[in-house]
């Protein structure tokens, strides 16, 4: 127990706050940002995201019960997206623990999650650029859930839960944007239900995996879970304060950051492209939103309005 009163857990402590509060404000998975801060912070990769990966259980068990109180997730579709997912990610763990036994001297999975930051990156780009298009189109939902694609759901599950059961990273991004790609016209409080519920057995099955394996650091897990569970709500509380796109823009630019950096690219090259993505990325969004006849440059929150149960289905929000 002495362990917990270290600056060691005080870190991982101050950092699972800090994400927390950006998972609250933007809805963005914590995966993507905290694996790699534990790594940042000296943990042994394998470990953070053994523990990750448990700690996120419990706080998307609890998103998760919000959903499905208020009875938005589509359950069929959580259902098939479960049938790919939970396999893979359960032999998540076992496939790191045998590439790390044979190829001990190569870092596996610190590249694999760089390589994985880098998807991040890309599919948080291309949730904003589809959600900045549903708005362009007047956020019209259909009455009734469309009809599920069945293998393209599984396939969906199968590749984001191995990705998440290797790295932790991408239940909040991929699979999210391949759900918007397959059912573009189902309304975001439905996709983000489902997503949260498929997401709780994946995650903990993937957890289950890497802890048969590498077991729990319980002076890394505690921290996680005291220090993100507030952090979390505070930033929930908080999302209406603050302009999420330009919080996410500045995700988008961290996680590509962050993920060069796993894979060894030097730091001078990382700092150019830094300061390139910050002053040149805005010029581009403005331009992108103009050509969707939309203001360069929006004040709103959030680019795209959860429809709410006393909301009539179908019918045109503001956007």
């Given at each position: ?5 270290t600056t060691d857990a005080l870190s991982v402590l101050i950092a699972a706050f800090g994400i927390g509060i950006i998972v609250g404000l933007t809805g963005m998975g914590g995966g ?188 890394i897990l505690i921290p996680l879970i005291v220090g993100g569970t507030p952090g979390t709500f505070i930033g929930a509380k908080m999302s209406s304060w603050v302009n999420q796109n ?17 894979l060894g690219v030097p730091p001078r090259e990382i700092g150019f492209l830094g300061a390139g993505l910050l002053l040149l990325g805005p010029l581009l969004w403005g331009w992108i ?31």
């Amino acid at each position: 127990m002495h362990h917990l009163f270290t600056t060691d857990a005080l870190s991982v402590l101050i950092a699972a706050f800090g994400i927390g509060i950006i998972v609250g404000l933007t809805g963005m998975g914590g995966g993507a940002l905290m694996t790699p801060a534990l790594i940042f912070l000296g943990i042994n990769p394998a470990a953070a995201v053994a523990n990750d990966l448990v700690a996120a259980g419990v706080n998307k068990s609890i998103g998760a019960a919000v959903h499905w109180r208020k009875g938005s997730p589509n359950l069929r579709l959580a259902s098939l997206l479960m049938i790919g997912s939970v396999p893979m990610g359960l032999a998540g763990g076992f496939i790191v623990n045998e590439i790390g036994k044979k190829h001990a001297h190569v870092n596996f999975l610190k590249d694999a999650i760089g390589w994985a930051l880098l998807l991040a990156a890309c599919s948080y780009a291309l949730r904003i650029y589809l959600q900045l298009r549903h708005v362009q189109q007047g956020n019209v939902t259909d009455a009734v859930d469309p009809r599920v694609r069945t293998v393209p759901t599984i396939l969906v599950g199968a590749v984001g839960g191995l990705l998440v059961g290797i790295t932790s990273v991408g239940s909040g991004s991929l699979i999210m944007v391949a759900l918007l790609l397959l059912y573009p016209r189902m309304s975001a409080k439905r996709l983000v239900g489902t997503d949260l519920v498929q997401a709780v057995p994946l995650v903990i099955a993937a957890a289950v995996g890497h802890v048969l394996n590498t077991g729990v650091t319980w002076h890394i897990l505690i921290p996680l879970i005291v220090g993100g569970t507030p952090g979390t709500f505070i930033g929930a509380k908080m999302s209406s304060w603050v302009n999420q796109n330009v919080i996410r823009g500045g995700i988008i630019v961290v996680l590509t950051l962050t993920g060069l950096s796993m894979l060894g690219v030097p730091p001078r090259e990382i700092g150019f492209l830094g300061a390139g993505l910050l002053l040149l990325g805005p010029l581009l969004w403005g331009w992108i939103r103009q050509r969707r006849g939309l203001p360069a440059f929006d004040n709103n929150s959030a680019a795209w309005r959860v429809v709410e149960p006393e909301d009539e289905p179908g019918s045109r929000l503001p956007g």
